[in-house]
């Protein structure tokens, strides 16, 4: 494999994350740890990322973004940030699974590995995955879903790994419910990054693979929180005139 920069973004959670990638090696990365939005943060943050490591925007060979699942506007963020340097560069673009990266991130384990993003209104995004021996990626072992902590536990069978901010806010709950089959990630591998992102997309990209600009979408799993205004009059009682 000739050597490939590809640039990753992460913005699905608080904690978003840049890493620049060549082939399998870490260039660089940046934390944009914001617990309100990253919009004001992250082209910066690219910005500098790009110009500390010598790397000029068409010298990549493709972007990489987080999808989701994960905060509506964070992936939004990510998506529109992505998708103008692609067409800016016109360069080639790839769509990530926040919750497959964060399986990436656990490593090869042999447990399930269990990543949980909190998806607010008590519920998470959720999937398990296994990494068989050998294999060059994990694999989608329980399909991602939203729901409850406790509907997703009651699924789980065996050992299991956890990760993720879902993870963290609902620690006590799994602990209670699996006692000593719950494991969790150590801090440094609990929340998504760029680095697995970019580690994902340059391995689609490797095989010729890449996503149609138009056609790429976040994905939410659930309706977004955000709600259109109800046209004007509705719920209104008529009144009969005359």
Sequence with gaps: MEPTLVLGIETATFCGSVALLCTDRLVASRTLNSRVTHSARLLGAIEDLLAETDTRPQDLA???VSIGPGSFTGVRIGLSAAKGLSLALDT??????TLEA?????????????????????????????WPAGAELPQLAIGCGV????????RLRGRCLFL???????????EDRLGERASFAPPHRMLPSAEEVAWLGQRRLARGESDELARLEPVYIRPSDARLPAPKGRGKRLEASG
């Design 62 to 64: 493709g972007l990489a």
């Design 92 to 97: 080639a673009i790839v769509g990530v699974s």
């Design 147 to 154: 729901m409850p902590i406790g509907d997703f536990l009651r």
């Design 164 to 174: 993720g901010d879902g993870a963290l806010r609902y620690r006590r709950e799994i």
């Design 102 to 130: 964060l399986a990436v991130r656990a490593g090869r384990d042999r447990r399930l590995i269990c990543p949980v993003i909190d998806a607010r209104r008590k519920e998470t995004f959720v999937a398990g995955y296994r």
